[in-house]
């Protein structure tokens, strides 16, 4: 009994620390077909009748003015983009109506984004 306590243990802190890099994402999704693919300079994803959110660790290797495009491709639905600081509060939120728009980021904060779909079918992207 004590090895799958410990078993279990470590299995949740190997996946705490894959999200603290960046690596797992945490999501609340109901879709036919959900494909998320979070890269180094950009987040796709391809989806069918999907609502719901995904939030991930952003990876920031450096400090600078970051310029944030996103594309939607979408046949049905919408779908959003946010950047979150470390405490949950929006820096900025991209949208079809707002696709592109610039900040300045430091290397040492951690950084989340986050994916809004409402009904969404096609494909997006967001870049920077």
Known sequence: MIYVFVA???FAVFIYLL?????A???SIAA???IFRPERQADRVSLDTCTGWVR???RFHESRIYEFHLNCQLSNGDAE???LNSQMQALLHLSRNQPTEVIELEKKSRY???WDFQCA????ELCW
Do not use: D, E, P, S
Not at 19 to 23: E, I, L, M, P, T
């Open 121 to 124: 079918t096609g494909k997006c």
């Open 19 to 23: 999200y603290r890099q960046g690596f």
């Open 25 to 27: 994402v945490t999501k």
């Open 8 to 10: 279990l243990a470590v």
């Open 112 to 114: 989340y984004l986050q």
């Open 81 to 83: 983009a946010t950047l």
């Open 56 to 58: 991930h660790v952003g």
């Open 32 to 34: 036919i077909l959900f």
